[in-house]
């Protein structure tokens, strides 16, 4: 252990990549000290377990219905956090429902910042009227209201998973293009860029090899912060009936079941709202820690 | 000497106007994008539009004539410049719902969204700017370290889910504030039928006639709603200001001030405030805009009769006239407002007019 330590933090690294490793290990060492990152890190490492695990780690099936068990207190025997409506186990329907919520999660985490990507790299890349033009566009996304947009996206295509991850795809990208450009802009002209294409390298081999690598931490930091944002979006398309569709345990859409008995069954909405309030801060948290940690413009303050 | 600073003063002029130019021409192109991402949408939609209007018993004569009045026989680029033309003429269709004019609509249910969302703005602004200021002037304390700790919950609540939660605790069993909707029914139909509806904002209007009962029932159903969008733009709100006030802080002006013993209170709010303040307006600003456009959510939690609720009733009933209707007109004032505030930032802030 204490030879891997030395190997890592050593000043004279004989490699790329033991250089490389070495960052990642500084790096995780000021993150370990942030606790609210940590505590962020552990949220998410919790749901990425209760996605796999779910099977193995809820009580009963969160499709069974029984109707002489329906809308039990929290603390029940064998009822952890109550029965819905249906006599469905709530805790059994949020551990499920945390693998609908991470699809959404990864499917959305790797469109839009690619789209993002692409569209900030080869602004800034090319500037001039391609610039104008693309920069342009992300505006008019940016400028329109995400959730009323991912509404009527979501009228056009009809309800469901996929289509609710394409409509929040669509409004999420522009500040990726924008993070992505400033990133394009800073590197742009620097040496090694020109030494690559004197070598001959096209455009797109210079933006896709030594452009991008360039604007992946500032995205990444972004993607991380973003998540939560896109949970709760999801959450409330599926809350509105427009997201994922009955009987699948997504969270916002069972928040929305509970709400007819809010006054006497509180639990039915409390409990899955909580867990998605629990994802997204420690989402947020992460994210947060992450700025502080990878971010070199923030981390001097 | 004189010679050589006026030609100066008419660079700055013609700059100045360049730049008014160039943030009307961004605005207008802006505006058209959106105009042509709504109608784009309208046109792939399932629903076919003549259908929608005649019914399914219609004659292939009646079919065609709403046909020719939509205009959908015409080309692309000209049903869009039909479009462009509509709308800058207000006239942004039918709802196929409400059997109105989708402006007219707009105008009635618009009042209680920006009622809603300016108090909440009103209501963020005043908490989440001292508490910004607090944690900036005391970083890594405990007071620093609960309000970013209430800040990101704000980022991360479900709104309404804590609106619901507000509704149960607050309205079922505390019984401290009223429920759903803008007024009771009694204090609704006094309001329609007996009181002048100035701005159609229910508090200005009950304040402007005297009628205070009704005024506090109003207030007693907005401030539930207000409060949650209220902290979810304070969220917002103390988190920026706390890093524009640090920043501010580390400044050197601020040292001097200090030395030469001013009062901390009058290098923090009077000094430091005064260079805080420009950023801010584009957050608050920003804010405002999103609290707009965000409490489509809210609005459907508390039965609150604005354009929220107007756009996603609309999207229920396949309207999708007032749906893309409503979308512009949200998109125009989300637009609208972000450019007040560019303007207004080149007014307070001396560098940004050089």
């Not at chain 1, 069954?265 to 409390?270: D, E, G, N, R």
């Not at chain 2, 209430?150 to 149960?168: A, N, Q, R």
């Not at chain 2, 001013?262 to 405002?288: C, D, F, G, Q």
């Not at chain 2, 604005?306 to 979308?327: C, E, K, N, Q, R």
Request: aromatic share 10%; glycine share 10%.
């Amino acid at each position: 252990m204490s030879t891997l330590t030395a190997w890592l933090t050593d000043p004279n690294p004989s490699s790329r990549r033991q250089a490389k490793l070495g960052q990642m290990w500084l790096a995780w060492l000021r993150i370990r000290r942030n606790r609210l990152a940590m505590a962020g890190l552990v949220i998410v490492a919790l749901l990425l377990i209760a996605a796999a695990f779910a099977p193995w780690l809820a009580p009963h099936d969160p499709y069974m219905q029984d109707l002489s068990r329906r809308l039990l207190p929290p603390g029940t025997p064998g009822n952890l956090l109550g029965t819905d409506d249906f006599g469905r186990d709530i805790l059994s329907r949020i551990l499920y429902g945390s693998r609908i919520t991470l699809y959404i999660v990864a499917l959305v985490a790797v469109t839009a910042p690619v789209l993002g990507l692409l569209v900030g790299t080869v602004a800034g890349y090319f500037g001039g009227w391609v610039d104008a033009v693309l920069m342009r566009i992300t505006d008019i996304f940016l400028a329109f209201p995400r959730l009323i947009l991912a509404l009527a996206l979501v009228a056009v295509l009809g309800p469901g998973v996929e289509n609710a991850v394409l409509a929040i795809a669509l409004t999420a990208w522009p500040p990726y293009a924008r993070v992505a450009r400033a990133e394009t802009l800073t590197v742009r002209n620097s040496d090694y860029i020109a030494a690559v294409r004197l070598q001959g390298a096209s455009a797109p081999r210079i933006i896709a090899g030594h452009v991008v690598p360039m604007c992946l931490p500032s995205v990444i930091i972004r993607v991380t912060l973003d998540m939560a944002g896109v949970i709760l979006i999801a959450a409330g398309l599926g809350f509105l009936g427009l997201g994922v569709q009955p009987p699948l345990p997504e969270w916002g859409l069972m928040i929305s079941s509970g709400r007819q008995y809010l006054f006497e069954h509180w639990w039915v909405s409390t409990m899955p709202g909580l867990a998605i309030f629990i994802v997204s801060l420690g989402f947020n948290l992460l994210g947060d820690g992450l700025r502080d940690v990878l971010d070199p413009r923030s981390s001097g303050k | 000497m004189t010679d050589s600073s006026i030609p100066q003063r008419d660079r700055r002029l013609v700059r100045l106007s360049l730049q008014i130019a160039s943030g009307i021409a961004t605005l207008a192109i802006t505006l058209l994008g959106l105009l042509l991402i709504t109608f784009i949408i309208g046109r792939v939609v399932p629903i076919d539009p003549v259908l929608a209007i005649v019914g399914e018993r219609a004659t292939p004569e009646q079919m065609q004539a709403v046909r020719d009045s939509l205009g959908l026989d015409l080309p692309f680029w000209q049903q869009f410049g039909i479009y462009v033309w509509d709308a800058l003429h207000l006239d942004l269709g039918n709802s196929i719902r409400t059997g109105r004019s989708v402006s007219e609509d707009v105008a009635r249910y618009f009042p209680a969204t920006l009622e809603l969302a300016t108090l909440g703005t009103i209501f963020g602004t005043l908490i989440g700017v001292p508490a910004g200021v607090l944690a900036a002037t005391r970083p890594g304390s405990i007071s620093d370290q609960i309000v970013r700790l209430v800040g990101l919950m704000g980022y991360s609540m479900p709104v309404f889910w804590l609106g619901l939660i507000g509704l149960l605790v607050f309205y079922g069993k505390l019984d401290w504030v009223a429920g759903p909707g803008r007024l009771d029914p009694a204090f609704s139909m006094q309001m329609e039928f007996q009181l002048t509806q100035y701005t159609g904002m229910v508090l200005i209007d009950s304040a402007l006639n005297g009628a205070w009962d009704v005024f506090r029932n109003a207030f007693s159903h907005i401030i539930l709603p207000a409060g949650l969008l209220g902290y979810v733009s304070m969220a917002y709100i103390s988190r920026m200001t706390r890093s524009f006030m640090m920043n501010e802080l580390s400044q050197e002006y601020i040292t001097t001030a200090r030395v030469k013993g001013m009062p901390e209170w009058r290098v923090i709010w009077v000094h430091a405030m005064k260079n805080v303040m420009v950023p801010l307006i584009t957050v608050i600003a920003l804010s405002y805009a999103y609290l707009l456009e965000g409490s489509v959510l809210t609005e459907t939690i508390f039965a609150w009769p604005g354009l929220g609720s107007y756009i996603t009733d609309a999207l229920f009933a396949a309207d999708m006239p007032a749906v893309l209707g409503g979308t512009v007109v949200v998109g125009v004032v989300f637009v609208t407002i972000n450019m007040l505030s560019d303007i207004i930032y080149r007014l307070v802030d001396p560098r940004a007019r050089a």
